[in-house]
């Protein structure tokens, strides 16, 4: 009934949540729940959707966080992965 | 009446009187009724001090001047006043002989030295004047007013950075105003215009740093963290606790209130809001002992969303600096926030990825921290299975949850009736 309704509603909360520490978009995390999860996107989308009503500020910075990223990914890629040959090169890797 | 005849009397014997009459008649006609007690009311006052005008404080020409200063401060002044009120009477005479009894027949003297010194500021300074000494009169205002004595100080830059740089060289918090005045030397600064504007000084200064302070102490929590996560994410049992109840995104109580206007700017300095909610997380982590895990998934929730907005409350003190779950290394460095976002980054990428990235190796995640910006679809898979296998686990963030009618509402607006579906 509605304790079940809540309860799943908390559930896809707390995945979309999860999605958002990895930085992913909205279509991003529609797909993974629904890949992952078995959660309808139009379920993801509209938890996502009252979600950012209930915690504007919140998603502003992250939608303003994410366009930063995605400017400066491609840069800090390429010095993560000279790092990386640098890093191999220097010592062994402990994996 | 009292007033206006010596006031006649007075002005007949100066030079300046053509003007003075006028301004007399003028006052005259505001000074309605001196035959009350209430003197003061009726004085118009700026006539008084018109002659103060922005740039000097006294009357230089006026010998009356220190006398009149003394009678000016609002402390002595209702006395001085009603003293000289009472005296005005007796005093007709000496009005009109001499001037100079400035404190026995303040009114008319004061009059009389103010149209002297600027007859025609009378008429036109009116207005200020009377703001500025009723207001002076009634209970020490502050110099905002022209007509008053304390004369309007312009705090242009130059000046301000003069004065800033007095108060640093004395030091905040033993700038004495007479020192800074000194240390400034400017004749046309007053021992009070200092002392008011080193009070707003203070607060600013309190204020900027108190916000400082708070961002600094976050990054610098998260800084710790970022660090310290991947050698917990491999040894704690359960990766998850990282990620510990939250207090979730800033709540709007009062005690947020300041700390909310940080987040804002935070904000811009390129990290995600997210890192501070998450900061808020890890100190967090420290204190409070995780939840039990509970194996149905009905009692949780209700539970949760009180014990969490418990500790809702509890952040905003914890958001001081200084409070024991914070790990004493945030007092370090008032860090300024430019430096931040690009050290800052890869810690946060790194703490996730060791959290949620079961399968991914620490030490390489630490090492390599953006790699993750695009997640792979096994630490994503793992988190998903985390939430779903685990639903008594925290919110990672702690958003404020939406209404659950809202998300039903809106659900069935586009065609799902009703939730968990049957079929995915």
């Known amino acids: 009934m509605g304790d079940s309704s809540t309860s799943y509603i908390h559930m896809v909360q707390h995945l979309i949540e999860k999605c958002l520490i990895f930085n992913m978009t909205k279509e991003e995390c529609m797909e993974a729940l629904s890949k992952h999860a078995n959660i309808k996107p139009v379920i993801t989308s509209t938890v996502w959707n009252e979600l950012e009503k209930e915690n504007k500020e919140f998603f502003e910075a992250y939608a303003q966080s994410q366009s930063k990223q995605d400017r400066m990914s491609e840069e800090e890629t390429s010095r993560m992965i000279q790092k990386m040959i640098s890093d191999t090169s220097s010592k062994d890797p402990d994996e | 009446m009292l007033a206006v005849s010596p006031l006649r009397n007075n002005t007949s014997k100066d030079d300046d009187e053509g003007e003075m009459e006028s301004t007399f008649t003028i006052s005259s006609d505001e000074f309605p009724d001196f035959a009350d007690g209430n003197l003061l009311e009726s004085i118009d ?11 000097g404080d006294v009357l230089p020409d006026l010998e009356l001047d220190p006398e009149i200063l003394a009678v000016l401060p609002p402390a002595g002044e209702e006395s001085e006043m009603n003293a000289s ?20 027949t303040s009114k008319g003297d004061e009059e009389t030295v103010s149209k002297r010194e600027e007859p025609k500021a009378v008429k036109t300074g009116s207005k200020d ?8 009169i009634k209970g020490k205002s502050n110099n905002n007013n022209q007509g008053t004595r304390k004369v309007k100080v312009d705090w242009t830059p130059e000046l301000h950075r003069r004065f800033v740089q007095a108060v640093e060289q004395l030091g905040v918090d033993k ?21 008011s504007h080193l009070q707003k000084y203070r607060s600013h200064r309190k204020h900027l740093l108190a916000r400082e302070a708070e961002a ?35 709540p709007s109580a009062s005690p947020m209130h300041h700390q909310n206007h940080l987040f804002r ?39 949760d969303p009180s014990f969490w907005h418990h500790q809702h409350h509890r952040v905003p003190n914890g958001q001081t600096p200084g409070t024991p779950c914070f790990p004493p290394p945030l007092t370090a460095a008032p860090t300024r926030f430019g430096a931040v976002p690009v050290p800052g ?20 995640l630490r090492r390599h921290p953006l790699v993750d910006l695009h997640p792979s679809k096994e630490s994503i898979d793992a988190a998903i299975g985390d939430v779903l296998s685990k639903p008594w686990l925290p919110l990672p963030i702690g958003l404020k949850p939406p209404s659950t009618d809202g998300v039903l509402v809106e659900l069935q607006r586009q065609g799902v009736p009703k939730i968990p579906p049957s079929c995915a």
Not at chain 2, 129 to 136: I, Q
């Open chain 2, 45 to 55: 006052f700026d006539d008084l001090f018109l002659s103060i005008d922005v740039d």
């Open chain 2, 85 to 104: 009120g009472e005296k005005t009477e007796e005093s007709d005479n000496q009005r009109k002989d001499e001037e100079e009894n400035k404190v026995s």
């Open chain 2, 129 to 136: 004047g009377d703001k500025g000494r009723k207001s002076s």
């Open chain 2, 175 to 195: 700038a004495v105003p007479s020192r800074i005045l000194e240390l400034m030397g400017i004749d046309c600064l007053t021992r009070h215009n200092i002392a």
């Open chain 2, 216 to 250: 600094a102490s976050w990054i610098h929590r998260r800084q710790i963290y970022g660090s310290a996560t991947p050698v917990g994410g491999g040894g704690k049992r359960d990766v998850n606790h990282w990620l510990p109840p939250t207090m979730g995104f800033p």
């Open chain 2, 265 to 303: 700017p935070l904000h811009v300095w390129g990290h995600p809001t997210m890192d501070q909610s998450l900061m808020h997380l890890w100190p967090k982590h420290l204190a409070p002992p995780p939840p039990p895990p509970r194996p149905a998934w009905g009692p949780p929730p209700p539970a």
């Open chain 2, 345 to 364: 980054i890869p810690p946060h990428h790194a703490m996730y990825k060791a959290d949620t990235g079961i399968g991914v190796p620490a030490s390489q």
